[in-house]
C-alpha cells in the first residue's frame, strides 16, 4: 500500500528485483566464506566465490540498493538510513578488498565480516518488523524509519562481537602497544 506509486514506475521494480535476486547470491556466499575449515581446505574456491561477493555488491547491489533507498519507506530517518547503509556496505567491501591486496589478513576478515553484517541487515530489518510490529500501537512510517537504523545497529555490534571474539588477547595487546607506539612518537615530536 505504501509503494503504490513506485511499484508502478519500471525503473524502480528493475531495480527492485535486480536487487532480490542479486542479494540472495551474496547472502548463500557469505555462508561459506567464514569457515575456517572451508577456507583451509578450498582456498581456490574461497577467493572465486569472495570474487563474486564483491562484484555483486559493489557493481550490482550498491547502486540498486542506493535507487532504492532514495524512494524507502520511513520518511527521512528510513531514506536516510538506507543510503547510510549503502554507503557502508561499499566502504567496507572495498576496504576489505586493499586489506586483502596489502596482505593484511585480520582487517580483511573483520571488514568482510562488516560487509556481510550490512548484507543480512534486510535479514534483521524483517525479523524486528514482524515480530514487534503492531499497526494498532505503532506509526508505520516511523516505525519503519527506526527498524532501518536498529537493525544496522544490531547486525554492526553483532559483527564487533565477533571480531573482539575471534582476536585473541595477544593480539590485542600487541595492536594495542603498537598503537601506542604511534602516539608516543608524536607526542616526542
Not at 128 to 155: M, R, S
Amino acid at each position: 500500500m505504501f509503494k503504490q506509486q513506485v511499484v508502478r514506475n519500471p525503473y524502480w521494480l528493475t531495480f527492485f528485483y535486480i536487487h532480490i535476486f542479486s542479494v540472495t547470491l551474496c547472502l548463500l556466499a557469505g555462508l561459506t566464506q567464514f569457515s575456517s575449515r572451508f577456507l583451509a581446505e578450498n582456498r581456490k574456491l574461497h577467493t572465486i566465490i569472495g570474487k563474486m561477493y564483491v562484484y555483486n555488491i559493489l557493481i550490482i547491489n550498491v547502486p540498486a540498493c542506493f535507487i532504492l533507498g532514495l524512494f524507502s519507506n520511513g520518511g527521512l530517518i528510513g531514506i536516510t538510513g538506507f543510503l547510510l547503509q549503502d554507503s557502508l556496505w561499499a566502504y567496507f567491501t572495498i576496504a576489505a578488498i586493499l586489506s586483502i591486496k596489502k596482505g593484511k589478513i585480520i582487517s580483511h576478515q573483520n571488514y568482510m565480516i562488516l560487509s556481510y553484517a550490512v548484507t543480512t541487515t534486510a535479514l534483521t530489518f524483517r525479523i524486528i518488523k514482524n515480530l514487534f510490529y503492531n499497526e494498532e500501537y505503532h506509526d508505520y512510517e516511523l516505525f519503519y524509519g527506526i527498524n532501518v537504523w536498529l537493525a544496522l545497529f544490531i547486525n554492526l555490534f553483532i559483527a564487533y562481537l565477533v571480531f573482539r571474539k575471534k582476536t585473541p588477547l595477544s593480539a590485542k595487546i600487541k595492536i594495542h602497544k603498537e598503537n601506542n607506539k604511534g602516539s608516543e612518537k608524536n607526542q616526542k615530536k
